[in-house]
């Protein structure tokens, strides 16, 4: 039987004012605002160690010896892990490109200052860390590679040297005829960018309690799981376990973006059990580990890129080299990271050719891992700079540039060159909603204002596409092993029609237990206070992916549209079975199954569900007595790769423009956000809070990566970040309130029509500050073309352009 | 290792006495010898906020705090907000939960007890007033944005004379 999912709320089987499309209180947050919910640091199990790692001190050095006799014998150790223990119990992780994993410690040599080289599990954490200081590690340093400059250089010295090169990937894409665009254009608009490396920094660190049972050799491991299913097959992978023996149990999450991190954390900690007899081990990262090691380091990127352009702005061609700083291996899957702009290449724009050419470098810097967007964040900055670049040269006004060359509301669904299919939107609509909601022109005649007085303001009109709802089939061109993305549940109704939703994934922060209560809720015809969502371990879920890719609040909501579609076919037998009707006179609205032309006969699911639990006798035959649905959703329609990665890969997009108005300190180079204006549509807005609460959030994290954030390393490879005073992390002070609002064109072909929406604001806000900061120092001839825009880089920028007007104009450009 | 010292506190009206190494944290204390998990740890270094608590009614960054410090001293953490037998939320929790002034939650404790702090002592504070005394706890999620709102919403209904 196919399953037919609603594509409108309005297909919701309810007459009653819906939850869905309303901000309704989250049903997370009692238990948050309580600081009752189980965040994994306030899980206890029964005989619990505690877990501490020595990390290494050298970004690249052999690892001569390793004694850790007088750690065994301090008080309360129970159990010390090493590299040789790793060695005869391990594999190392899954990556991609694939063979560039490290085992969860190091054998034989350490490639990053952090990496970690030894472990203690102890009765108490204090313990563990006073006995890691009686390890003795003998050392012999190698040469690091520092940058992909030196990295790729002839006789390097080798990260990997099993590989051979340090030269992870290198592959070459070629969407429409480059050549000839370039060719005939008038202009061609080249610059390099610079993104240094920022990352997720969650409040909440990776955490992990791991049991290993001896005796069935089953390990159990809780945790801040972002993607409990993956997270689990990967262990099995490393710790050579059968995948059925593995269960993850995700804990709710002090927020993630990505960069979580976890395998390292989890297979030492499971080992640290295995030696311990089984007893379960605790390892929290602490914040010094998480900013040296953990999974937040994100998008170390140089590029090349270039446009071609007609006389009249009209954008034919986009040239993009990358190169990426990928760290001590691809842990972190950077092929996807890299990979991820084919969904989106050439963003709200008819551009007919692009090329992509990438590269993906190993260094001794940490391994870099996913954050918000994966991908998108940085190639945006590159694509929307080039915009304004091009507007400058052609003294074109920047938001005229765009909607020159806007792809059209009646060319959707549109297929951009390197393969995806936009579902639909209508981005002029967005501009012209947002420019205004900002008072362009009041924007304009400040600026010109303000420089009358020689101040240095500046704007941006920046607009981005957000891939929304992933799918593994746009990576397998770049060596993906496929994990798949389904995600499954379970809707079962109790004895008294009491809902509850099964799922495969815990809190993260997005607000998913809501939606899913609010769809379940006006699906079923129930208060949203009699529906209870509950998270299975992951032996026993239904097949899940959880957060990622922009795709979970879509994904649930289809999966739960699904069961209940099932539900509706079962309950409608049951129900003409004992009215004595036929099954086709018979409807399902506002929680009856009832007759279509007599309402007031039916019976409630209520009813039904009772039966079906307490009277076989009643039951019609071959039905069990069974009120609960599982379905499993995909993104439908999706197809293979061509041989230049072409296909539809993320289902839904969503898109939005931001204004942004800035000042820059002539003195010290500071940054100062003075408004800034969003209008976004990403479909059907399911919960329009969580919605906000997405975009909000990902102006902040935009924020940080735009103007504050930076893992900065020394050229000896040395991390100079080690704590939030080194890595600055936007305040209430920094990000600015924002004005919004919003279109909605539905997704055609997503459940209720709503589009993924969790990380576009990442994606446009990075871009936006930098175009306002460039529009900013337009009449000094300057521009800044790396990120963060931190003061002293500005203030260099200024005093060039200072000097330089001292000795007359240059009008060059850095 | 090193010797315990004796300790007298009174945590959410309760008086504790202990016996702790001078090197524990306040933090530690609270989670995991009093049981009391709300407080959370996001830095442990004193620039997240995100494990303040109330001594003697003024903020403190229980990461930075030894228990020892907290001797013959009173603390309150988010423990204390919620009316104990009814469950009912305080209308700073409240204000948070109706003005989706938390995503992951993670943060929200330190957050809420800022607040409470604010609040008591400037019941009508200026939204450049909330800025400068939230200035010193990080949140990753929200962008800020709702964490303002929900704090203006909890001060509008904690006013004297505002209906309950």
């Known amino acids: 039987m196919a399953i037919e999912i609603p594509t409108l709320p309005e297909q919701l089987p309810n007459d009653a004012p819906r939850h869905v499309g309303k901000a309704v209180n989250r049903v997370e947050d009692p238990a948050l605002v309580s600081g009752t919910v189980e965040f994994i640091d306030n899980c206890v199990l029964p005989g619990m160690l505690h877990c501490a790692i020595l990390r290494s001190p050298h970004p690249h050095a052999r690892i001569v010896s390793v004694d850790t006799s007088a750690a065994l014998a301090a008080d309360g150790v129970v159990a010390v892990l090493t590299g040789e223990d790793v060695r005869r119990w391990c594999d190392p992780v899954f990556t991609a490109p694939e063979g560039w994993g490290n085992y969860c410690m190091a054998v034989d040599k350490v490639r990053f200052v952090g990496e970690p080289v030894a472990a203690v599990a102890a009765s108490s954490r204090y313990l563990a860390e006073d006995a890691l200081e009686l390890i003795e590690v003998e050392y012999e340093l190698l040469t690091p590679v520092a940058t992909p400059e030196q990295a790729m250089a002839s006789g390097a010295p080798l990260v990997f040297e099993e590989r051979g090169t340090n030269v992870m990937l290198a592959r070459k894409y070629e969407w429409g005829e480059v050549d000839r665009v370039f060719a005939e254009a008038d202009h061609v608009v080249s610059r390099r960018f610079r993104w240094n490396r920022v990352g997720a920094n969650p409040t909440e660190t990776f955490g992990c309690i791991c049991q290993w049972d001896l005796a069935d050799g089953t390990l159990t491991c809780r945790g801040s799981y972002q993607t409990p299913r993956f997270m689990g097959i990967g262990r099995a992978g490393s710790l050579r376990l059968p995948a059925n023996r593995v269960r993850i149990i995700a804990q709710p999450m002090g927020g993630g973006f990505g960069g979580k991190g976890g395998p390292r954390g989890t297979d030492i900690a499971a080992l640290l059990s295995r030696k311990a007899g089984g007893r379960p081990v605790k390892y929290i990262e602490d914040r010094m580990e998480y900013l040296l090691a953990g999974g937040g380091q994100s998008w170390d990127r140089y590029y090349d890129a270039a446009l071609a352009v007609k006389a009249d702005g009209t954008v034919t061609g986009f040239r993009v080299r990358l190169v990426d700083n990928q760290g001590a291996g691809a842990e972190g899957y950077g092929t996807i990271s890299a990979a991820k702009p084919l969904a989106a290449f050439t963003g709200n724009y008819r551009i007919e050719a692009a090329a992509y050419d990438l590269t993906l470098v190993a260094t001794n810097r940490a391994p870099s891992y996913p954050y918000r967007g994966y991908g998108p964040p940085p190639h945006n900055l590159v694509l929307e700079s080039l915009m304004d670049c091009t507007a400058r040269e052609l003294q074109i006004d920047p938001a005229e540039l765009r909607r020159r060359n806007y792809i059209r509301p009646e060319q959707f669904p549109y297929t951009v060159p390197s393969g995806n299919e936009y579902d639909s939107g209508n981005y002029g609509q967005v501009l012209e909603r947002v420019l205004a909601l900002a008072d362009y022109p009041a924007l304009r005649a400040r600026q010109a204002a303000a420089r009358a007085e020689g101040r240095l303001l500046g704007i941006s009109v920046v607009n981005t596409v957000e891939p929304g709802v992933f799918d593994w089939n746009a990576y397998a061109t770049v060596g993906v092993p496929g994990i798949g993305v389904p995600e499954g549940v379970k809707v079962a109704l109790d004895v008294f029609g009491n809902v509850t939703v099964a799922v495969g994934f815990n809190l993260q922060g997005q607000g998913q237990f809501t939606v899913a209560a609010q769809v379940v809720a006006d699906y079923l015809g129930v208060d949203m206070a009699q529906v209870r969502i509950s998270t299975a371990a992951s032996d026993v879920a239904m097949p899940h992916f959880g957060q990622g890719g922009s795709r979970l609040g879509v994904a649930v909501t289809g999966a739960i549209l699904g069961a209940c579609e099932k539900l509706k076919a079962i309950f409608t037998t049951v129900a003409a079975h004992v009215l004595q009707l036929p099954a086709d006179d018979l409807v399902l609205r506002n929680g009856r199954i009832q007759r279509r032309d007599a309402p007031a006969h039916g019976m409630s699911l209520a009813e039904i569900a009772g039966l079906m639990l307490t009277r076989s006798d009643l039951l019609p035959a071959g039905v069990e007595p069974c009120p609960e649905a599982t379905y499993v959703w995909t993104a439908p329609n999706r197809n293979a790769p061509d041989d230049q990665g072409r296909c539809r890969s993320y289902l839904t997009a969503a898109y939005a423009t931001h204004v942004a108005l800035v000042e820059i300190d002539r003195d010290t180079g500071r940054v100062d956000i003075l408004d800034y204006s969003i209008v976004d549509d990403c479909g059907t807005r399911l919960n329009p809070a969580n919605v906000e609460g997405q975009l909000q959030g990902g102006v902040a994290q935009g924020v940080g990566a735009a103007l504050y954030e930076e893992y900065v390393y020394d050229a000896q490879c040395q991390p100079l970040v080690s704590t939030f005073v080194d890595y600055l992390m936007p305040t209430i002070h920094e990000v600015p309130m924002t004005r919004k609002d919003h279109f909605v064109t539905p997704s055609p072909v997503a459940p209720l029509g709503a589009k993924g929406c969790g990380e576009g604001a990442m994606h446009t806000t990075p871009a936006a500050i930098l175009c306002a900061i460039n529009d900013a120092l337009a009449p000094l001839g300057k521009e800044l073309l790396e990120t963060p825009a931190s003061p002293h880089r500005v203030w260099k920028l200024l005093q060039e352009a200072g000097s330089a007007i001292a000795n007359g104009p240059t009008g060059t450009r850095t | ?164």
């Open chain 2, 1 to 164: 290792m090193s010797s315990k010292q004796r300790i007298e506190v009174r945590v959410n009206g309760i008086r504790h006495v202990r016996e702790v190494e001078p090197r524990l944290t306040l933090a530690d204390f609270l989670r995991h010898d009093l049981g009391l998990g709300g407080t959370h740890v996001g830095c442990e270094h004193g620039i997240c906020g995100a494990c303040t608590v109330l001594i003697d009614d003024r903020s403190a960054r229980a990461c930075l705090t030894l228990a020892v410090q907290a001797d013959g001293h009173e603390v309150a953490t988010v423990e204390s907000l919620r009316a104990p037998e009814s469950g009912a939320l305080h209308p700073i929790q409240q204000a948070f939960v109706d003005a989706h002034g938390l995503q992951c939650g993670f943060c929200t404790p330190g957050f809420m007890m800022t607040t409470l702090e604010l609040l008591r002592g400037n019941p009508d504070p200026t939204e450049e007033q909330i800025k400068e005394a939230l200035g010193g706890n990080l949140c990753r999620c929200t962008g800020y944005q709702s964490i303002l709102e929900s704090v203006k919403l909890a001060a509008q209904r904690m006013k004297p004379g505002a209906p309950a």
